[in-house]
């Protein structure tokens, strides 16, 4: 079977709306996804036939059929349950079948690159501990289920995601405990200007909103979370409140988010005279929301299909867009900005995690960088920073953070120094590349002869 002209890595909005411009501009196109189904974290699809889906906006319902639609063709072949690990030094695109434990070679003439954002957590003590959770991770649970998290949860941190959560909770049932907010969104009316223009996300963030401010869900607004600790089966969280006081509250589970990033690691972008074509797109390149993942998605499908047959095209409508949806993010982090002053790294107990992988601390950083002139490199491979399994996706940008904190004066520590470029971007069993697969026919009698 010949190579597709084109790989897409991830079925979120970004990678469908990648994969729908690519097929309209003519490219044949293989979709790579993880998971058993296409939807990324936003239109998350629940586990099986028999769960009730958690009802969406009937905005929200249009883009995900749109999105449905522009891949119905065949043009675009989908691959469920298997994973990106990267392209080796011949241009070739390696992917691990996981149902099969193969790993299969593609020699694509382009790459997309849309694995989504990953989520941020802020270091406190405790937030490692069994019960503590991204409220993304439990957002997605909730898709995944159609039911809200059991028992007492605490939501906290900062970002329209924990209204968002704590609505979908109200109306499945199951209530938080409290949101605990760094920002205070009530107190910045002026700060949202942007979103006017664009009514759909307008609409459900007065919908969630609304829903929280209704309910007798307590919004702690102006506080954080300073401390988690276990007491039998309970968890105990201490919040500074906006006043200075201190206050227990104590749960079962506990969400804890303080916004979104860009997932960049692995390979960059090599959109010139580079043979696969490299492009991200979406979140992983820029964090825009959903309606921008989807923006970004058809400019990174227009322009790799653009390079792919050696043509020029015009971004200059999509460009627009984009500036449009940058203008929201920006309101956004406007309207949940903090009101305090948040504790930084550098005031953490010793014992606080770091590296959840490796059990790391803020200490054993702090013992390496006695060390004179100790670069990333060396923290990574002699300390074990961001060596476990995620490769740093959670905590690269922690460690770099208090190195930064810890270090002043000196050159700025990147994530990509413990992080690094190379392949594969993902833990893969050995025996998966013991049994991979033979390139394409005709490339195999071009390497024999």
């Known amino acids: 079977m010949p190579a597709p002209d084109m790989v897409i890595i991830g079925g979120g909005p970004a990678g469908l709306a990648a994969a729908g411009e690519a097929a309209r501009a003519g490219l044949t196109v293989t979709l790579i996804e993880q998971r058993a189904a296409l939807g990324g974290a936003i239109f998350r699809q629940p586990s099986s036939g028999e769960v009730v889906a958690l009802p969406r906006s009937r905005a929200a319902e249009r883009l995900w059929r749109s999105l449905l639609a522009g891949i119905a063709q065949p043009k675009v072949k989908v691959r469920f349950s298997t994973s990106f690990l990267g392209v080796d030094g011949d241009g070739h695109v390696l992917i691990h079948d996981r149902a099969a434990q193969t790993v299969e070679r593609l020699r694509p003439k382009a790459v997309i690159i849309a694995c989504g954002a990953v989520e941020r957590v802020r270091l406190r003590p405790g937030w490692d501990l069994p019960g503590v959770a991204t409220a993304g991770g439990l957002q997605v649970m909730m898709k995944e289920t159609g039911a809200a998290p059991r028992g007492r949860v605490l939501l906290a ?43 759909a996300i307008l609409s459900e963030a007065v919908s969630y909103t609304m829903t929280l401010l209704r309910s007798r869900v307590r919004w702690l607004r102006g506080a954080h979370v300073e401390r988690i600790e276990r007491r039998g089966e309970v968890l105990q969280a201490t919040v500074a409140l906006r006043d200075g006081s201190r206050e227990v509250i104590e749960a079962d589970r506990i969400g804890l988010h303080d916004g979104i990033a860009e997932n960049d ?28 993942a989807i923006l970004d998605g058809q400019r990174a499908g227009r322009r790799a299909a653009a390079l792919v047959k050696n043509e020029t095209v015009s971004m200059a409508s999509l460009d627009k867009q984009l500036e449009r949806a940058r203008a929201v993010q920006r309101a956004i982090a406007r309207l949940f900005g903090p009101v305090v002053t948040l504790p930084g790294a550098g005031e953490l107990p010793d014992d606080t995690v770091l590296c959840r992988c490796e059990g790391r601390t803020v200490g054993d950083l702090k013992a390496l960088l006695q060390q004179p002139g ?4 060396e923290v990574k491979h002699v300390g074990r920073f961001a060596m476990g399994s995620c490769q740093g996706r959670f905590c690269a940008a922690n460690t770099t953070a208090l190195m930064a904190e810890l270090q002043a004066g000196g050159r700025r520590p990147e994530q990509q120094d413990l992080t690094g470029q190379r392949w594969p971007v993902r833990p893969t069993p050995i025996a998966a590349f013991v049994n991979a697969g033979p390139l394409d026919p005709a490339e195999d009698k071009e390497e024999l002869s």
């Open 265 to 292: 690691i692995g390979l960059p972008d090599q959109a010139e005279s580079a043979s696969p074509i490299v492009i991200h797109a979406g979140d992983c390149r820029e964090a825009l929301g959903a309606l921008g």
């Open 157 to 199: 941190g900062s970002g329209p995601l924990l209204v968002a959560l704590a609505a979908q909770m109200i109306r499945a049932g199951n209530p938080p405990l409290a949101v605990v907010e760094a920002g205070d969104p009530l107190s910045k009316p002026l700060a949202g200007p942007p979103l006017v223009g664009h009514p």
């Open 374 to 377: 100790i670069s990333g490199r």
